[in-house]
């Protein structure tokens, strides 16, 4: 399942098509992996207007992320073991998302439930057209 909303105009991201576009094939990606066959991926991009960000989340009904692994994901070539070790990777996809939201000067997190799934998203600040954008 995905939900998009569209910004109303004159609201731009701070981002590239392509960073974006890789934050969300990454983390789909990785729900996919880790969810059963029968089970739903959600991913939402949802505008917070008053707040001027915008919110990727992926939600799987995975497997759920032991608690004792969260403090490494998003380094590189780290993968969680035991459940996860069937799935193939190289353990770089969390890791790019990481990088690429930090330089955007966004944040990550992950939201976890051991055997019910997880749900990581990231928050990137929007701006309004016609403002400097820094590191961008």
């Known amino acids: 399942v995905v939900d998009f909303e569209t910004p109303p105009a004159g609201f731009l991201i701070k981002s590239s098509a392509k960073a974006l576009r890789q934050i969300v094939l990454n983390l789909g990606h ?3 992996k880790y969810s059963e066959p029968a089970n739903t991926v959600h991913i939402s991009l949802v505008y917070d207007f008053a707040s001027q960000v915008m919110r990727i989340s992926v939600v799987d009904n995975g497997c759920g992320i032991p608690e004792e692994k ?3 994901l998003g380094r590189p070539f780290y993968q969680a073991d035991s459940a ?6 190289t ?3 969390l890791a790019m998302v990481k990088t690429m939201t930090d330089r955007l000067g966004g944040e990550f997190a992950i939201n976890n439930i051991p ?3 997880a749900e990581i998203s ?8 016609g403002s400097s954008i820094k590191g961008a």
């Open 30 to 32: 990785n729900a996919i």
């Open 70 to 72: 969260l403090p490494y």
């Open 84 to 89: 996860y070790a069937r799935k193939q990777g």
């Open 91 to 93: 353990g770089l996809g």
């Open 115 to 117: 055997g019910s799934g």
């Open 122 to 129: 990231i928050v990137i600040q929007l701006r309004i057209a």
